[in-house]
Antibody
């Protein structure tokens, strides 16, 4: 059973940092690119970042570029999102998703909630 | 960056109705378009990839069409489980962009 489980979300003050994790199981994690996608309360989906299967290529939305860093540990089947200089507008549920080349995001986690508030 | 314009933002319909959601790209994306279904409080699920190929779990009443800049998602006869929010997404290049979403409501 293919499974993605996010963790690390919490309430944090503006300007602080937070690291999200996404544990993968049921597939060969090191074969696939992985995404982070977020959804602010009551809003639509916003793509955040993508990392290639081997970590050699990383892409970011303009809204997070320079503040967020996507990474992965293929030995531990885990994806990360390091979020620095957090802002109120980063408040959202953060989903990790598996990329299937040519298909889009074919597996999603259940999400982890990040609230940035003083 | 490619912009994705999805319409309508809300659609009220009844069980048995045929409905169509449109997604327009600001430049050609070939067939690199996906549709996702999201139910309240749940993660999105991939519905259609490459503009028209249904995922294995998707009933045949769903269909996708289009290429280039104009795409549609059609549900031929709405069922109760179909009332959800639908998003298009281009994956032609980075950043991957989602449409604003269409909330399909029961009339």
């Amino acid at each position: 059973q293919v499974h993605l489980v996010e963790s690390g979300g919490s309430v944090v003050q503006p300007g602080r940092s937070l690291r999200l994790s996404c544990a993968a199981s049921g597939f060969t994690f090191s074969y696939y690119g992985m995404h982070w996608v977020r959804q602010a309360p009551g809003k639509g989906l916003e793509w955040v970042a993508l990392i290639s299967y081997d970590g050699s290529n990383k892409y970011y939305a303009d809204s997070v570029k320079g503040r967020f860093t996507i990474s992965r540990d293929n030995s531990k089947n885990t994806l990360f999102l390091q979020m620095n200089s957090l802002r109120a507008e980063d408040t959202a549920v953060y989903y990790c998703a598996k990329e299937l080349t040519g298909f889009g995001m074919n597996v999603w986690g259940q999400g982890t909630s990040v609230t940035v508030s003083s | 960056d490619i912009q994705m314009t999805q319409s309508p933002s809300t659609l009220s319909a009844s069980v048995g109705d045929r409905v169509t959601i449109t997604c327009r790209a600001s430049q050609s994306i070939g067939s690199w378009l996906a549709w996702y279904q999201q139910n309240p409080g749940q993660a999105p699920k991939l519905l259609i990839h490459k503009a028209s190929t249904l995922e294995s779990w998707v009933p045949s009443r769903f269909s996708g069409s289009g290429s280039g800049t104009e795409f549609t998602l059609t549900i031929s006869s709405l069922q109760p489980d179909d009332f959800a929010t639908y998003y298009c997404q281009e994956y032609h290049g980075y950043p991957y962009t989602f449409g604003q979403g269409t909330k399909l409501e029961i009339k």
